[in-house]
């Protein structure tokens, strides 16, 4: 059966429903009501006075008024399908203003209104490698991840999402396969035919030149019309949703930003109180002790010692404090690109410590300043946990940019590893695990007892321009 079209509407049945009218109109013929009341089929009637010339003309004429009169009605009824699926939509923004329940509402009206047996919504994820079913509407019955008998769903979502997202690119435009379809999976066209599926509608979800998704109608067998009235229908509401999901996906993005934000400057709050009332006072104590040392030439030794032990830890905590600064404001210096500041961080790493520090830079694109800035603040933050708390005999620093990855980066030690349940609970790790969400990247700590540590930031470009969803941190306990 070929693809169906809108040209059927004209043909389309009085509506059913008693919540949406969106049944297209089934006048199909141009006849008039006179006077008396009596149908006229207007002045297009055969007329014996005129010349055979002359009804030719007029018989043209009529013929192509009518074609004019249905195609406006098909027009007329094409708009407002699509002001009853825009009002339904905002109606269900006001009602539903969380993304998932907006789509749950959204399948089960679409589900009532078409007389359909099952309505399923495909999401393809961030990374644009996947395409997974996210909620179905099946027989009076929502199914989602969350429920209990999602496992058990007789519905084919994976072959049905394999062919969603294998189909040719550039697919904007809502299609009808019959129930038996070659082109559909054969557990789907099973599926269809135990369940007595006579056509399956598609329509993409679709925002700009990027395919968000999919809805998939499954209805019984229908008059012609009734199809194109539903692929209609599906094609608005999918147009509609594909908004909805926009933008909840910019709030939930606008949110994410804000939170940085508000970390952002407490981090920058703490960092001005740790340089001018840590960092300093311990700097004058220092300076304090140092003097008493100079003056006190004839101290007893048990004094001395103390003295002295006083002046290593005011230095201690002082550099201590400062490399706290550095870690809460970390920054690319003007002008400089991300292998400079690398190693930049990896030399005032190794001013504090005597565990050699390994920095190894393949040749890297630009990313951008905000990027790069979370790509900075990770390095730092993983390099200073292994300096301060790995006990390591050797650290690694590692940037590279594989052909299959944007960007991966490396801190690896060889210490004593970090246990598994604080891995991922500590304020350095909750840090970066934050610095990675922001821009869309994935974070891995790799550990072990006795075997050292490793981070890992893996960070991909996204396809467009769609704000990308957080992801979150792993750690992994190696064998």
């Not at 009602?95 to 329940?101: H, K, M, Q, S």
């Not at 066209?189 to 999919?214: D, H, I, M, Q, Y």
């Not at 008493?292 to 030439?297: G, L």
Request: glycine share 6%; with cysteine.
């Amino acid at each position: 059966m070929p693809d169906v079209d809108l040209a059927h509407a004209e043909q389309a049945q009085p509506s059913r429903s008693a919540k949406i009218d969106l049944r297209l109109s089934t006048d199909t013929s141009i006849g008039q009501m006179v006077d008396n009341g009596e149908m006229d089929s207007g002045p297009c009637q055969d007329n014996p006075a005129l010349p055979a010339d002359g009804i030719v003309e007029k018989e043209a004429l009529r013929e192509a008024l009518e074609r004019e009169s249905a195609e406006r009605r098909r027009l007329e009824c094409l708009a407002k399908i699509q002001s009853d699926a825009v009002q339904l939509a905002l109606d269900l923004l006001v009602r539903e203003p969380d993304i998932a329940g907006f789509f749950r509402v959204f399948t089960k009206t679409l589900v009532e209104e078409c007389e359909s047996h099952a309505c399923g919504v495909w999401l393809i994820d961030d990374d644009y490698r996947s395409c997974e079913l996210w909620m179905a509407y099946i027989k009076d019955r929502m199914f989602t991840p969350e429920s209990d008998d999602w496992p058990a769903l007789a519905l084919p979502r994976h072959s049905m999402a394999e062919h969603l997202f294998c189909y040719t690119p550039g697919w904007t435009r809502t299609i009808e396969y019959v129930g038996n379809d070659p082109r559909l999976p054969e557990p789907v066209r099973e599926f269809n035919r135990r369940e007595g599926v006579s056509s399956v509608a598609v329509a993409p979800l679709v925002l700009a030149t990027r395919t968000l998704g999919w809805f998939a109608l499954s209805t019984g067998p229908t008059p012609l019309c009734e199809s194109a009235w539903r692929v209609a229908l599906l094609d608005a509401s999918a147009r509609q949703a594909t908004l909805a999901l926009y933008q909840s996906r910019l709030a939930e993005q606008h949110l994410l930003e804000e939170r940085h934000k508000a970390i952002l400057e407490e981090r920058n709050r703490l960092a001005r109180d740790i340089h001018d009332n840590l960092a300093q006072g311990f700097a004058a104590i220092l300076m304090q002790l140092q003097a008493a040392q100079r003056q006190a030439t004839a101290l007893p030794s048990s004094v001395a010692s103390s003295l002295d032990a006083a002046v290593d830890l005011a230095r201690t905590h002082m550099i201590e404090a400062r490399r706290s600064v550095g870690a809460l404001r970390p920054h690319i210096g003007e002008g400089q690109s991300l292998p400079t500041t690398l190693q930049r961080l990896v030399d005032m790493a190794g001013r504090t410590t005597d565990v050699p520090i390994e920095l190894v830079v393949d040749d890297l694109p630009p990313f951008g300043h905000e990027v790069e800035r979370e790509i900075i603040g990770i390095a730092q933050e993983a390099l200073n946990n292994a300096v301060r708390h790995a006990h390591a005999r050797r650290i690694t620093v590692t940037a590279s940019a594989p052909p299959s990855l944007g960007f991966r980066l490396s801190v690896a030690d060889d210490g004593r590893g970090i246990a598994n349940e604080r891995g991922a609970s500590g304020f350095g790790m909750t840090s970066m695990q934050e610095r990675a969400e922001h821009i869309g990247a994935s974070l891995t700590i790799v550990t072990a007892p006795r075997r050292g540590t490793e981070v890992v930031l893996a960070w991909e470009p996204a396809p467009s321009a769609l704000p990308p969803r957080a992801s979150a941190t792993e750690v992994h306990a190696a064998q």
